[in-house]
């Protein structure tokens, strides 16, 4: 009789956090849901919190597998048919079916109502901290409704885009409850350069128009319709392409290829050529850029609102995962230097999220007040460019606070980190914001003083903010050059963010003007002043 084999422990799993998963996010996010009921949209409380428990266990554990299993572009059928279409994982198709029956890309329209708009963003912000593919197609379903109401016969287009309805069938417009949009503005030659667009658009005896040319970033293309920029005989101008027409055949474009891009691999984005696609015209011929310009307000603000979801979910990854692991005797986040790298994350989330939120107020309020339209024209340009820009760096901050297990894939953090460029570029980079800031100081004479009002209202609180709004406006009375845009900008943002915190009575208010107003702050996270409690922040930050 022969003794049972010895049995090898190698190792004891011990000193791990638990599965962050099966979180509200609304319920955890003290911030998000003071700013929401200060900035109008305390009517949609219920929505948000249902919304928050929804993001926070089934949409994160969908994104897992959206991401993991990429979209595949199939151009023909077994048989040799074209098909252009793109093959998602099922999750992709569930995670879209939540967004849009709970309004992540409608509930502005389809609700309406003063705070509607605010009560999307921050939909659109849970949603995009559990998967930031799936809100580049809900992002754009809802900001090209605010273009195809400018058209009464496009109005049908416009009523099942905001309707809470996900139909992915790949079938005419008319037989869809819901339909999502794409746009196709880029060219290889352009970029943002959209006017340099080649892309021709010939007018048939119909009123149609027939699209020729290409498109270089032609995102989600697997949307009912796109808005397309193309050159007609009156200049550049915007056009309604449908993926089917009426009588069931596929329209006219070849999709060439899927984008191999850093992040973002829920989405697809592709390449196409137009071969006289089928399209109709929206707005005159010659205001391309003027009729999408609502749209480009609106996809502005998302690409905030997603940067700064985006710094919030990588802030609770790290407090969660600090405050259940312990090294050198006690705790990761009661060593002192960790605290204030977690506390400095803290403020400059809660910074980003409730100026995100402001202007989503401006953005609802921007069609019956001029003065909060003039806002929202300017601020949103400002917050693209200064949110969007620190999303990056916070990211990989918060990867640090969790070292190896922050660099692997069973942790969001590598994808929160390859997302993170990417609203910095979309919808116009760096530059192309910081040149708008200066061009509306310049060339539009209502921005100003809606920004002195924004800016003078908490003036006298604060020292620090006090002296840097002096020193603000005397770089404004000295005509900046192009060259100092984006130091333009960026005390701008700085500004308008410590007035929100300032405003609101934010506990991270005096903390946040005295590090990134007053000096009291290196160049990096992890430099806060001694005064700040660090404790009673990182309390604030995540229950």
């Known amino acids: 009789m022969t003794s049972a084999l010895p049995v090898f422990e190698t190792h004891e799993v011990a000193n791990q956090p638990p599965p962050f998963g099966g979180r509200n996010l609304w319920a955890d996010d003290v911030a998000l849901s003071e700013a929401v ?229 829920s989405n697809a984005s592709s390449e196409i050529e137009l071969c006289g696609a089928w399209a109709r015209r929206v707005g005159a011929e010659g205001r391309g850029v003027a009729t999408i310009i609502g749209m480009v307000m609106m996809t502005r603000l998302d690409c905030m609102l997603g940067a700064a979801a985006e710094m919030r979910m990588a802030l609770a990854q790290a407090l969660h995962h600090t405050r259940h692991r312990s090294s050198f005797g006690r705790r990761l986040c009661d060593h002192p230097l960790m605290a204030n790298v977690l506390a400095d994350l803290a403020i400059e989330s809660e910074a980003a999220t409730t100026f995100a939120m402001r202007v989503a107020r401006a953005v609802d309020q921007a069609p019956q007040d001029a003065q909060e339209a003039a806002f929202a024209r300017i601020a949103t340009a400002v917050g693209k460019y200064w949110v969007c820009k620190r999303a990056a760096v916070f990211v990989n901050e918060a990867q640090e606070c969790l070292g190896g297990a922050g660099y692997v894939e069973e942790s969001i953090l590598p994808r929160l980190y390859r997302q993170a460029p990417l609203n910095s570029i979309w919808e116009g980079s760096g530059n192309i914001q910081c040149l708008d800031v200066l061009r509306a100081l310049a060339r539009e004479p209502q921005v100003l003083p809606v920004l002195d009002a924004e800016l003078d209202a908490v003036a006298g609180r604060d020292a620090d903010y006090d002296h840097a709004l002096a020193s603000l406006r005397e770089l404004l009375a000295a005509t900046p050059s192009e060259a100092q845009a984006r130091v333009v900008t960026e005390r701008l943002a700085l500004l308008l963010q410590a007035a929100v915190l300032l405003r609101a009575g934010s506990p991270m208010a005096p903390a946040f003007v005295r590090s990134r107003l007053g000096g009291a702050h290196g160049a990096a996270f992890g430099t806060l002043p001694d005064e700040v409690d660090v404790g009673a922040v990182m309390a604030r930050a995540l229950p």
Request: charged letters at 25%; glycine letters at 10%.
């Open 37 to 265: 009921r200060r900035e109008g949209g305390a009517a949609f409380i219920d929505t948000l919190q249902a919304y928050g428990a929804i993001a926070g266990d089934t949409l994160y554990r969908l994104g897992f597998d959206a991401n993991r299993d990429r979209p595949r572009l199939r151009t023909h059928d077994p048989q040799g048919h074209r098909i252009d279409t793109v093959e998602f994982h099922p999750a992709y198709h569930q995670l879209m079916e939540l967004a849009k029956r709970h309004g992540v890309a409608g509930l502005s329209w389809h609700e309406g109502g003063p705070g509607a708009h605010v009560a999307r963003a921050a939909l659109s912000f849970l949603h995009h901290q559990a998967d930031a593919g799936t809100s580049c197609p809900l992002t754009m379903t809802h900001a090209a409704v605010a273009v195809l109401r400018q058209d009464p016969l496009l109005a049908e287009w416009a009523e099942k885009a905001a309707a809470p309805v996900y139909d992915p069938r790949d079938v005419p417009m008319a037989d869809k409850a819901g339909i999502t949009l794409g746009m196709g503005m880029t060219e290889k030659q352009g970029g943002s350069d959209v006017r340099s667009n080649t892309t021709r658009a010939e007018r048939r005896d119909d009123g149609s128009y027939g699209l020729v040319g290409h498109k270089w970033f032609f995102s989600a293309p697997m949307s009912d319709a796109f808005l397309v920029l193309a050159q007609a005989a009156g200049g550049l101008t915007c056009f309604l392409m449908p993926r089917r027409l009426a009588d069931g055949n596929r329209n006219a474009f070849r999709l060439m290829r899927l984008k191999e891009k850093l992040g973002d691999w």
